[in-house]
């Protein structure tokens, strides 16, 4: 079993430009997360989707945030008009689809430095 | 947004002590996970817990989920260097987001 993916793993991008960010799953797993992490934090939920559903926004989730999963497989975080706040890593999760254990497998991170 | 109470903060220790971290909420929760983050990567998962009361070990790991249901520790035995890093609780609720907790940064001295 292969882990979750997220590419790229690094972006630098200047203020008000556009960045997305990607996030492959483990396979068969049905419930992807997005999670944001500031330095010195612990991660904080986003969004989540159950196959290509979004499911849950979080407030953090701002206007200038949207995700997709449109297929129900991988999915994608756009943030438009970037900001110097949006500067953290992005992380993703999944989760299997069968039984009751809940546990939430994490990507490496995509870390956005916005200048 | 909400993150859960984590102490201590910090840890310096020299290879061989054992380890102990706890993890508080104002919430009751279903599940506690504990993860381990390595700069620049995402966490991976320790252990999971289910039920209140509930001791689980994995390797020189062991956790407990608190019987009240908010609170949850982490004991790390005969610490190795390779143990550094940061170690996050996290608190679900159901089957729904994590909750995490604010970490503890460990670092262990040979």
């Known amino acids: 079993d292969t882990g979750v993916s997220q590419n790229p793993r690094h972006k630098i991008t200047k203020r008000g430009q556009n960045v997305t960010f990607r996030c492959d799953p483990i396979?068969?797993?049905?419930?992807l997360y997005w999670y944001r992490q500031t330095l010195g934090q612990g991660p904080e939920f986003l969004t989540y989707?159950?196959?290509?559903?979004?499911?849950?926004k979080s407030r953090l989730l701002s206007d200038r945030f949207s995700a997709e999963r449109p297929k129900g497989s991988f999915s994608t975080l756009e943030i438009q008009r970037t900001e110097q706040g949006d500067s953290a890593m992005y992380l993703c999760?999944?989760?299997?689809?069968?039984?009751?254990?809940?546990?939430?497998?994490f990507g490496p991170g995509t870390r956005l430095t916005v200048t | 947004g909400q993150q859960l109470n984590q102490s201590p903060q910090s840890m310096f220790i020299q290879e061989g002590e054992d380890v102990s971290m706890n993890c508080t909420s104002s919430?009751?929760?279903?599940?506690w996970l504990w993860y381990k983050q390595d700069p620049g990567e995402g966490p991976v998962l320790l252990i999971a817990?289910?039920?209140?009361?509930e001791l689980t070990s994995n390797g020189r790991l062991t956790a407990q989920f608190g019987i009240t249901r908010k609170d949850s520790f982490l004991n790390i035995s005969a610490s190795i260097p390779s143990d550094v890093g940061i170690y996050f609780c996290?608190?679900?609720?159901?089957?729904?987001?994590?909750?995490f907790g604010t970490g503890t940064r460990l670092q262990v001295f040979p």
């Open positions: 817990l289910y039920k209140a009361g």
């Open positions: 919430s009751i929760f279903n599940t």
């Open positions: 999760a999944s989760r299997p689809r069968q039984g009751k254990r809940y546990e939430q497998y």
């Open positions: 396979s068969e797993h049905n419930r």
């Open positions: 996290a608190g679900q609720l159901w089957d729904d987001k994590l909750i």
């Open positions: 989707f159950q196959n290509e559903a979004q499911l849950e």
